[in-house]
């Protein structure tokens, strides 16, 4: 990162106070950081340790009325190589979202050439008010990367999503986006997202909790360092649009099977993290089932496994990761689950672990490679667990 040009936008939260650090963070890595802070973001921590620490002068208003000097947005807005907004509140979120322009944090955003990464920290609720989440969902739509809210204890005592994410974990996030930005040019990813479902008649169906959220945070994650991405999606709320990728949207087991099997001999990479069904109806009814007898019974007959069928006919030069649920004696299932389906790695996650699994944007991970070697992960939000994940397999690729 030695010579690249990082401007800082802090606002008004509570997390400010951790910026700080991340500028000393960032410092060490060689970049050269320049700050912008809001009048509001001066209340939790002073811009004279912001100036020292950056070794550059802090930019908070318009103009300097001592002196009447004026600081030009427009310049600011084209020095960095990256402008990344930390903490980010609600209220300037909203601001971004909208294009005001009422200081010069929100100006110079304007008129950033640059990528723009922000970094939102508010309490839980507000973090899961729909209008933050549009606000949110908007300036992703524009291309602005998010460094999602994490989930543990916030300022107001409660616990939930929506605190700051952690300083070295946004470095990881800034060094990915400068280093690793094309680590994966020319490789092709197959990855498996969401639940299947298993068509009973055609109102009801067999299915799970997935929520295709840890599928999508991987795909987003290999697309950012430059990959082809293939994602083969069971039925999901989760949405991505990418030149480089290719979504394949699917309902149940045979489907997916049928899209893979299509798909995975010219890959690279495949990383299964579908919840895939493991029995379907024998026969789907084509009219509603009606209710008659106080009993019925289903026939189920056992789906293919997918990624077995991938390990069955990997080559040499294809890394194979697949994913394990479990809920008792996780280890040694997942051991077991890697080697029966020759992968080159399974990445555990049990439900026995609170803010882990299904649904939550959160997740922890226990990554067991080839020799049985075990390497766990702290519980971190999805995204994050993706890029640790990317991390790990392209270190052994
Ligand atoms: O989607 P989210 O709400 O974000 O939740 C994420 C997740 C919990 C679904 C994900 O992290 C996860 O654990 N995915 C795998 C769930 C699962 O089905 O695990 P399993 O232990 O039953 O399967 C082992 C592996 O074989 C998985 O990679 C699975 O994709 C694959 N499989 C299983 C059965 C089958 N018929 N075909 C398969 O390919």
Known sequence: MRGKRVLLGITGGIAAYKIAGLIRLLRKEGADVKCIMTPASCDFISPLTIATLSEHPVQ???????????????????????????PLTANTLAKLAHGYADNLLTATYLSARCPV??????????????????????????????????????????????????????????KNFFQGAHDLEGKRVLITAGPTYEKIDPVRFIGNHSSGKMGYRLAESALRRGAEVILVSGPSAQRLEHPALQLIRVESALEMLEEVKKQWEQCDLGIFAAAVADYRPAEATDQKIKKKEDEMSIRLVKNPDILAWAGSVKKESQFLVGF????????????????????????????????????????????????NKLTSFELKEKSVVAEDIIEFIKSRL
């Open 60 to 86: 908070i208003e318009f103009w300097d009325r001592r002196n009447g000097s004026w600081t030009n947005h427009v310049d600011l807005g084209l020095w960095p190589d990256l402008f990344l907004i930390t």
């Open 117 to 174: 990464m922000i970094a939102p920290a508010m309490d839980l609720d507000m973090y899961a008010h729909l209008t933050t989440t549009e606000n949110l969902e908007r300036l992703r739509g524009h291309g602005v990367r998010v460094l999602e809210a994490q989930y543990g204890e916030l300022a107001s005592g409660l616990v939930g999503q929506g605190r700051m994410m952690e300083p070295e974990d946004q470095l990881k996030e800034v």
């Open 324 to 371: 394990a649920l479990e809920t008792n004696d996780a280890v040694r299932h997942a051991e077991e689950k890697r080697a029966r389906k020759n992968l080159d790695l399974i990445v555990l996650n049990t439900l026995e672990e609170a803010g882990s699994g299904f649904q939550v944007d959160t997740n922890r991970v226990h990554l067991i490679d080839r020799n």
